[in-house]
């Protein structure tokens, strides 16, 4: 899945949003990774990440969730996913991560060159890079940038453009603070690749017509 | 996804959760899916959370408020009454499910949803070789959706330059033959969400498949998000972005990164 290739914005917001994931492939180190899928899921949630999760049990932002039993919980999958808002966190969780071998694989969806001087920094290279070449097709079925911004951040398209488009209705007529409704769309996001506090700055710059 | 007519009280709050945009109310003011749009992402159900409420009782209270002109608001995020109905899919109505609800296995892959691994295990698997750039060309997103006939379409097109289909991919096992890119018969007028064409080819060969997507684009009613990759050089340098830049297409700020922390690391042979 393209789930986190394609997030829309400039690189002023772009600048809070890191997706950090732990993937593992089959027949390779999917087999037997349930423990190191947990210790992936702690060392994030010791920088404080805004969401977490995983696409099979959910997000913290979900209904019923609880943090620490989703991490009790994880077998042997295809991944997790946590999203941070800086740069000097994520560079402390990839220190952290290098340093636990966990021998799964690390990716960071975010801007390219950034996450490219936090490898040097922590004293990695790089091994694989790829590029959104944006929207082709009918582009004219598409919505007005806020939307776009705001439904890229779950890739797999779970926060439709309608539920948006409401929610900043409900924002501006006082009924949903912006923080409620970017946890709302939160929970939409099976994953946890969602940024909510990315969102929440969003919404409260289109209650204010920005 | 089906709506119990017994339960819906009209409230119409799956209206807007729906990924597609094609819940409405009918005219006797309950809610319908068009299950011909419906692409099975099973969010409504999901994110609506069921309140468990009594519809007949539901139903009297806005009667009531409804002649005082006063409305009957519920929570964004509920279904009051619970009753939104998951159905049994049958083939090939299941594929929807397969490709638009991130919560589902797809058999073919043993990954979740669309999935497709793209750079993400390159470090373990060397699926992207040094010289070899990746393309993932994702029709119906965002928020659009896209019947695997204008999939094919892409597909076929692609397939004219003689890539490497992906075959780890849900799409590519729908093909009836990789060489052509002809997808199965009894899936073209499925819908999904979107629904990834995975391939490789040779770094110099981007151009050529830029200029495909160019030209089969204006034929297909969805959007088409793409994306470029490849194995980095020894000093991080990606080198795809210098073809992509000699095929004239921009190249986004942000993307995706592998650290190259998985293990046991893949080595070129």
Not at chain 1, 40 to 69: A, S, W
Not at chain 1, 70 to 79: E, F, K, P, T, Y
Not at chain 2, 228 to 238: F, I, K, N
Request: net charge positive.
């Amino acid at each position: 899945m393209t789930n986190t290739l394609h997030r829309q914005g400039a690189p002023g917001t772009l600048k809070n949003d890191f997706v950090i994931f732990a993937h593992t492939a089959k027949g390779i180190n999917r087999e037997g990774s349930a423990s190191k899928l947990r210790e992936f899921m702690r060392i994030c949630l010791r920088h404080k990440p805004v969401n977490i999760g995983d696409g099979k049990q959910g997000n913290i932002y979900q209904d019923d969730i609880d943090i620490e039993e989703l991490i009790r919980n994880q077998g042997d999958a295809s991944g997790a996913t946590a999203v941070f808002t800086d740069l000097d966190t994520l560079q402390k969780v990839i220190e952290d991560l290098i340093r636990a071998d966990l021998g799964l694989s690390i990716n960071v969806s975010g801007l390219l060159e950034e996450v490219k001087t936090c490898c040097r920094r922590a004293g990695i290279q790089r091994h694989s890079a790829e590029h959104s070449l944006g929207f082709w097709g009918a582009k004219d079925r598409l919505p007005e940038r806020h939307i776009l911004e705001i439904n890229t951040m779950c890739g797999h398209g779970m926060v439709s453009f309608n539920f948006i488009r409401k929610l900043i209705e409900l924002v501006k007529l006082r009924r949903l603070t912006p923080g409620k409704a970017a946890r709302i769309m939160a929970k939409c996001c099976e994953c946890g690749a969602f940024n909510p506090a990315r969102a929440q700055v969003l919404m409260e710059k289109v209650r204010q017509g920005g | 996804m089906e709506i119990d007519k017994e339960k819906c009280v009209g409230c119409g709050n799956c209206h807007p959760v729906c990924t597609m945009g094609v819940i409405y109310l009918d005219a006797d003011g309950k809610s319908v899916v068009n299950q011909e749009e419906c692409v099975e992402c099973s969010t409504c159900y999901r994110v609506l959370r069921n309140e468990g409420s009594l519809p007949s009782f539901l139903r009297a209270i806005r009667k009531v408020l409804a002649a005082f002109r006063l409305g009957y608001v519920a929570e964004v995020d509920v279904c009051p009454t619970g009753a939104l109905t998951p159905p049994k899919l049958q083939w090939p109505r299941s594929l929807r499910a397969m490709f638009s609800d991130p919560s589902t296995v797809h058999p073919g892959t043993g990954v979740l949803g669309r999935g497709t691994d793209e750079i993400k295990s390159n470090d373990v698997t060397g699926r992207l070789r040094e010289g070899e750039a990746g393309f993932v060309v994702e029709l119906g997103r965002p928020g659009i959706g896209a019947r695997f006939r204008d999939i094919e379409k892409v597909a076929m097109a692609l397939a004219r330059l003689q890539p490497h289909f992906e075959r780890e991919n849900p799409v590519t096992q729908l093909m009836e033959d990789v060489g052509t890119g002809k997808v199965r018969k009894d899936v073209l007028d499925e819908k999904v969400l979107s629904a990834i064409i995975e391939l490789k080819t040779t770094l110099d060969r981007i151009p050529e498949f830029l200029r495909a997507l160019e030209k089969i684009q204006a034929e297909v009613d969805t959007v088409i998000s793409v994306g470029v990759a490849s194995r980095c050089l020894a000093d991080g340098t990606a080198p795809h972005e210098e073809w992509v830049t000699k095929a004239g297409c921009k190249l986004s700020s942000n993307g995706k990164t592998n650290l190259g922390l998985g293990r046991p690391l893949f080595k070129e042979p």
